[in-house]
């Protein structure tokens, strides 16, 4: 071999070798390359593993905290509404072993579900150590704790969660969630992963099937609650890289087969096929973690902060009924979807996190779905990724579909009224106040307007609560007096009402370190309590006068029956002294018109009570509003001018008979109300006068009630009309009367006015649309002659009424005769040949008007007279009563002239 040829085949080995350097220098630095993103994918994979993992075991937490508040002094905790909360939520977490109700004395009555957990029933739980250490934290602290791992009852290692409910600041009850941690936990766990998780440094669950690569070993310890929970993940040998330390000799016999030309392609091909098979098992590994979070119910998101762009995954887009492949990866894509009154929101959140003030970034926002309704998410983030100089270039976080818990909670307030709670602590050693987000809501203020001082909290308090507020306050920081106290506070939107407790934490020395309280706004139950008492005030006046209505029916009732006897005595001797052949002096005449004047103004208060006393719910009809008024008049004219009260009546339409449609008994109740309150208004002024004025305007009655009354300001004109408003002293008045006024006016299609000025009196207008009018005509019927022919039948048990009406009516021309009830008239009707007209009383003993109507109305052997019933009674409207069944009504006291035009109408038929 000659020396050329040495050193030509050495350049060649040198070259095989340099090349087979270079290939294996490649190979290193691209399998280091491939390491380190296969390290930072399953990092950022276990990263999301524990994300899912702890918002399971909290999720559940947060579900029986709010099983527990809402019960929060619940006198009688009702076992079928824990049964209907308990089966909502095993139902819909399914991640619980059982749900328990444990008493006072933490024995455990109420399970759900039975089946399967009998053993737990009767159990105590402060008799064993692990429960009791969290049935201390959760009396002491008042939430929801976690025990230590246990061997639960019904089997298995698994651990409790006990949540209190509070009964007047006494402990009257235990909500226990029961957790088997197999249950829970492998359902979310990826079987190609090696997970430990443990409480308390004290393991509760493993998976262990494969073996694993601890060199991308990750461990991850959150606090939740009373407890530190740490998750272990490590990666199985699936989802690695197989060893490359075989790989160099593949590439090595490559070189030497294939020779030059070969080793690039073999080179690929490995490449490649190593590439295809971690790709393989990295989609298998995304589909166990898909099916995690699809179990979970969340949707990811990554936000690239240098770019802001942003990465949305096909179940964030789903929840919005979006394609994700059809939507931007861009932050707008997220901000044009949230409710314009959210996103101001949920961005100071995230500014928290960013600024250290909170260990992650958490909002319930509402977003746009595409079909147009608002859904509510639970948005939840952290940073994922940092630049070499620690700051943050990615967040990464979860979104949550929470609108079903929405719905949960608005149908549950129509069975509990939803009470708004604050949170609030006080430190007394730095004197600083602290609140959470729902007490700014509750006083309506700005965070930046509250300097965290106790003083800065009474500043909204009422002045008349105020020394109140900060006495008991400072009572219970001294002394073992609890602060519980209710009071009022000014806001924005007007007055509120909180009720505040407080429960003071001491040191050894009994010297108080720390306050946790509670604010809850009971404005709703305070106002409707105070509308309650005053209903009952109303429903007690109201009471009254309905009573003493009762007593004017009675007493006008025995008034009406002798007033009848007088006048009707009065009229026939008037009638009779007024004959030419009398020989009367005129002295007596003068004496009975005096007689007559005197009983007309009972007559007339009388009336006016029948009037008024027609129910409220009467028939809608024609009436004469002047009447109507004068009626109103009789009644209160005597009884003012005892007071030097003058009421004046200026009727500007007494020449026409003018209508309106509606209820009478509603109209004199208008005027009724309007008169007392001008009487109450004049009553302290030194003129003392009432102005009622009655004008037609452009086919509408114009009524006017003027006082000479204090007046009322302006700025009252318009509250007068509210219910249960008054501008009278205490005890004085309802505040409903005008209330009442204007709606009774409203169904009459009318309008009230108010003209009022201070120490100038009041002016009440009233306007009511017109139904017909006509011209009066004065008309004259003469009963003085025996004209009417006719046999008349009257009955009555009042005898001195048959005998005077007995005179009238045979003075009249008429044939009569007589009983003295229902019975004895029944059977002069079917013993007289004919009988064509019957006037009866409608109460008598025996058979009473109505029966007595009904028997002759079936008798079918004997022709129908007419009938006419009569009354001394004010609260009997014979009109609407007896319509269609009568030919008539005589209301007692009554005049010869309206008799005369009665029967002459009815026989004249």
Not at 292 to 298: D, S, Y
Not at 617 to 627: C, T
Not at 885 to 890: A, E, H, N, T
Request: glycine letters at 6%; one cysteine or more.
């Amino acid at each position: 071999m000659s020396k050329i040829s040495f050193i030509s085949k050495k350049a060649f080995f040198i070259k095989v070798l340099l090349l087979l350097l270079l290939i294996l220098g490649v190979r290193f630095y691209l399998e280091k390359e491939e390491s380190e993103k296969i390290k930072r994918n399953l990092t950022f994979q276990q990263e999301q593993y524990v994300n899912v993992l702890y918002e399971s075991i909290n999720q559940t937490l947060l579900a029986l905290d709010r099983m527990a508040s809402r019960h929060l002094g619940t006198e009688n905790y009702l076992f079928q509404l824990w049964k209907s909360d308990a089966e909502n939520y095993y139902d819909h977490f399914q991640t619980f072993q059982a749900i328990e109700w444990a008493n006072s004395e933490t024995k455990i009555e109420w399970i759900y579900p039975t089946e399967g957990n009998e053993s737990a029933i009767g159990l105590i739980l402060n008799k064993e150590g692990r429960r009791d250490l969290a049935l201390s934290y959760a009396k002491k602290y008042q939430k929801g704790a976690i025990t230590k791992p246990l061997t639960l009852v019904q089997g298995g290692l698994g651990f409790l969660t006990i949540h209190p409910t509070f009964k007047d600041n006494q402990t009257s009850g235990y909500i226990v969630g029961v957790f088997k941690a197999k249950r829970i936990l492998s359902k979310f766990v990826d079987e190609n992963f090696y997970v430990d998780v443990s409480i308390d440094n004290e393991s509760v669950f493993k998976q262990i099937k494969k073996e694993h690569h601890k060199k991308y070993f990750t461990k991850k310890t959150i606090p939740i609650r009373n407890t530190e929970w740490t998750f272990s993940v490590i990666p199985s040998t699936v989802v690695m890289e197989k060893s490359g330390r075989t790989y160099w000799i593949r590439h090595f016999v490559y070189f030497v087969v294939f020779l030059f030309g070969f080793l690039f392609l073999a080179y690929q091909h490995r490449n490649r096929s190593k590439e295809i098979e971690l790709e393989s098992d990295l989609i298998q590994s995304n589909q166990y973690r898909d099916l995690a979070l699809e179990g979970a119910g969340l949707g990811i998101w990554d936000w690239y902060l240098k770019t802001n762009e942003v990465k949305f995954d096909r179940r964030w887009a789903e929840m919005l009924g979006l394609d994700v492949n059809a939507i931007d990866m861009e932050l707008s894509t997220w901000e044009d979807r949230v409710h314009p009154e959210d996103l101001q929101s949920a961005y100071d959140d995230i500014k928290l996190y960013m600024d250290g003030k909170t260990d992650r970034y958490e909002n319930i926002h509402r977003m746009k779905h595409a079909d147009g309704h608002w859904v509510y998410i639970l948005d939840r983030g952290r940073f994922s990724d940092f630049d070499d100089e620690g700051n943050p270039i990615r967040f990464t976080g979860t979104h949550m579909d929470v609108t079903a818990r929405k719905e949960i909670a608005r149908d549950l307030s129509l069975i509990l009224e939803n009470v708004a709670v604050g949170i609030w602590s006080y430190d007394p050693l730095s004197k600083t106040l602290s609140w959470d987000k729902s007490m700014f809501h509750i006083y309506e203020l700005d965070p930046n307007d509250f300097d965290n001082t106790f003083e800065s909290c009474l500043r909204n308090v009422d002045l008349e609560d105020r020394d109140r507020v900060e006495k008991e306050f400072n009572q219970s920081l001294m002394t073992d007096h609890q602060f519980d106290i209710k009071f009022k506070i000014k806001t924005k939107s007007g007055d509120k009402f909180i009720r505040a407790k407080a429960f003071v934490e001491r040191d050894n020395a009994k010297k108080p370190i720390l306050v946790n309280g509670v604010s809850i706004d009971v404005t709703k139950e305070t106002r409707a309590i105070n509308k309650a008492n005053e209903q009952i005030k109303i429903a007690q006046h109201q009471a009254k006068l309905a009573s003493l209505g009762e007593l004017a029916a009675g007493v006008g009732h025995e008034i009406n029956n002798p007033l009848t006897i007088i006048k009707g005595y009065i009229d026939t001797l008037k009638r009779r002294s007024k004959k030419e052949d009398s020989g009367v002096d005129q002295k007596f005449i003068m004496y009975l018109e005096k007689i007559d004047e005197a009983s007309t103004r009972i007559e007339n208060i009388v009336g006016g009570l029948r009037t008024f006393s027609i129910s409220d719910d009467a028939e809608m009809d024609l009436f004469d509003p002047v009447i109507a008024i004068d009626s109103c008049l009789n009644m209160t004219r005597e009884i003012y001018s005892n007071q030097d009260i003058d009421i004046n009546f200026n009727n500007k339409i007494e020449h026409k008979e003018l209508l309106l449609y509606g209820s009478s008994g509603k109209f004199q109740q208008i005027i009724m109300n309007l008169l007392k309150n001008a009487k109450d208004a004049v009553l302290k002024s030194s003129k003392k006068q009432i102005d009622i004025i009655c004008n037609e305007n452009h086919g509408h009655l114009e009524v006017i009630i003027k006082d000479t009354g204090k007046g009322i300001p302006k700025e009252l004109h318009e509250k007068i009309f509210d219910p249960f408003f008054t501008t009278k002293d205490v005890n004085e008045g309802t505040g409903i009367g005008l209330s009442l006024a204007q709606n009774f006016i409203r169904e009459m299609n009318g309008e009230i006015t108010i003209s009022s000025e201070l120490n100038e009196g009041t002016q009440i207008s009233l306007n009511f649309p017109i139904n017909s009018t006509q011209e009066k005509v004065e008309t004259s019927t003469s009963s003085d002659g025996g004209n009417l022919k006719g046999k008349v039948l009257i009955v009555d048990d009042e005898s001195h009424i048959l005998e005077l009406l007995k005179i009238v009516l045979e003075d009249f021309g008429l044939d009569v005769v007589s009983a003295e009830n229902g019975k004895e008239g029944l059977d002069l009707f079917l013993s007289e040949e004919k009988i064509d007209l019957i006037i009866s009383d409608v109460k008598m003993p025996v058979m009473d008007g109505p029966s007595f109507l009904n028997a002759i109305k079936e008798n079918d052997q004997k022709t129908k007279p007419k009938f006419i019933f009569m009354t001394g009674g004010v609260d009997l409207d014979l009109g609407k009563e007896f319509k269609n069944q009568i030919d008539g009504y005589i209301y007692k006291p009554f005049e010869d002239e309206s008799i005369y035009d009665m029967i002459e109408k009815c026989l004249g038929e």
